[in-house]
């Protein structure tokens, strides 16, 4: 159960970085 959990946010942190272009903004992230 945990590594699914610690994948879904790998995946999420990974889709928020390219969405803001590589900078890790917890805002932005977060919308």
């Known amino acids: ?5 610690l994948i879904l946010i790998l995946l999420l ?7 803001i272009g590589g900078e890790r903004d917890e805002h932005g992230c977060l919308g």
């Open 1 to 5: 159960m945990r590594k699914i959990i």
């Open 13 to 19: 942190i990974s889709g928020c970085e390219k969405s």
